[in-house]
């Protein structure tokens, strides 16, 4: 399982959210008292409630920013470091679907000797399995040999943790593969 290393930029927004989810949440806790002194004196002093100064929300304004910014960067940003938008974009759209393949009619040996196109083969697969595992294959085969995890539990009825065990049985019978991609699992026929 390929988990995505926290260095470089995703480390400097990692850093910037906790930093600014502490500054944001100690700020919200301690409002400044407001203070008034009554008599002729000043020798009475009267506490009227809590409130903020313009220097605390202004600080409140910059971490909330800073929250929002690393938060949503760190959420969407599945590209390692030194990989541009356009590259990455690139890779997902020419990502081979199988080990060693180009696209999913690429032909594939079987053992027997015998050359066969990989959605044949695929198809050869299917046969074999039984219940959940035939449902999880098939709908990745039909988005053509690739699609994100999330996306396998949403087309069935199937929960997540079933979905889950049925691909670890598939991975374990080198049917499938999961890559991790940002917060979830890009599932690939191999």
């Known amino acids: 399982m390929d988990v995505p290393a926290?260095?470089?930029?995703?480390?400097?927004?990692?850093?910037?959210?906790?930093?600014?989810?502490?500054v944001l949440a100690l700020q919200l806790i301690t409002p400044t008292p407001v203070?008034?002194?009554?008599?002729?004196?000043?020798?009475?002093?009267?506490?009227?409630?809590?409130?903020?100064?313009?220097p605390e929300v202004a600080v409140v304004a910059v971490a909330a920013t800073l929250l929002g910014g690393s938060g949503t960067?760190?959420?969407?940003?599945?590209?390692?470091?030194?990989?541009?938008?356009e590259t990455r974009e690139r890779q997902q759209t020419t990502t081979p679907v199988?080990?060693?393949?180009?696209?999913?009619?690429?032909?594939?040996g079987d053992g027997d000797g015998i050359a066969q196109p990989q959605s044949e083969a695929w198809d050869d697969t299917i046969e074999r399995l039984h219940n959940n595992e035939?449902?999880?294959?098939?709908?990745?085969r039909d988005a053509g040999g690739k699609l994100p995890q999330r996306d396998i539990v949403e087309e069935t009825d199937l929960s997540k943790a079933t979905v889950?065990?049925?691909?670890?049985?598939?991975?374990?019978?080198?049917?499938?593969e999961r890559k991790r991609r940002g917060m979830g699992n890009v599932v690939v026929l191999t």
């Open 6 to 22: 926290l260095h470089g930029k995703r480390l400097l927004a990692a850093i910037l959210f906790v930093a600014a989810t502490l």
């Open 35 to 54: 203070v008034v002194s009554l008599g002729q004196s000043g020798a009475e002093t009267t506490q009227l409630g809590e409130y903020f100064t313009y």
């Open 73 to 85: 960067y760190l959420l969407f940003d599945d590209a390692p470091d030194g990989v541009d938008t």
């Open 98 to 108: 199988g080990r060693g393949t180009d696209n999913a009619d690429a032909v594939r």
């Open 134 to 140: 035939k449902t999880v294959f098939t709908i990745v």
């Open 164 to 176: 889950s065990r049925t691909l670890d049985t598939l991975e374990s019978k080198d049917l499938l």
